[in-house]
């Protein structure tokens, strides 16, 4: 596993390069890796700490492509602003059986890709103190 319990937090924006512009300025990093998940119909920016390993926590902006995006819905309901956090974990499968054994609300009952390549699942924010979560499982364990 990772040394680091955070993967990132992510958050709403309404317009990506609006948002990338300040958050290059906040974090130092003027080249985020940004990609589309067409599934989630999300454009995503990933502002890493800078080093090669792209270890350490990061910051995600995620922009909707479509009004039928979830973050289009969460924008609409909620405005900008923290939408998850992403917490790494060894196997995801055995996370999220563990979850679901313990009465957790899961929003992904089997992992799917994320942003990254890596597997993700969400847990509902009923069952995370009032905060939508993201299980990620690091690469090299998938």
Request: proline share 5%; charged share 25%.
């Amino acid at each position: 596993m990772k040394n680091e319990m955070i993967s990132h937090i992510g958050i709403a924006v309404r317009n990506l390069e609006d948002g990338i512009t300040r958050y290059a300025l906040l974090t130092g990093n003027q080249k985020p890796f940004i990609t589309e998940v067409p599934d989630q119909k999300v454009k995503v920016a990933m502002f890493s700490p800078g080093d090669e390993n792209n270890s350490g926590s990061r910051i995600e902006l995620l922009a909707p492509t479509s009004s039928e995006s979830p973050i289009a819905k969460f924008l609409d309901k909620r405005g900008e602003g923290l939408h998850h956090i992403c917490i790494y974990v060894d196997d995801i499968e055995k996370k999220l059986e563990e979850l679901k054994k313990s009465g957790a609300k899961l929003i992904d009952k089997t992992p799917r890709i994320g942003a990254e390549g890596n597997k993700v699942a969400f847990i509902h924010p009923t069952s995370s103190n009032g905060v939508l979560v993201e299980l990620e499982q690091w690469r090299s364990h998938s």
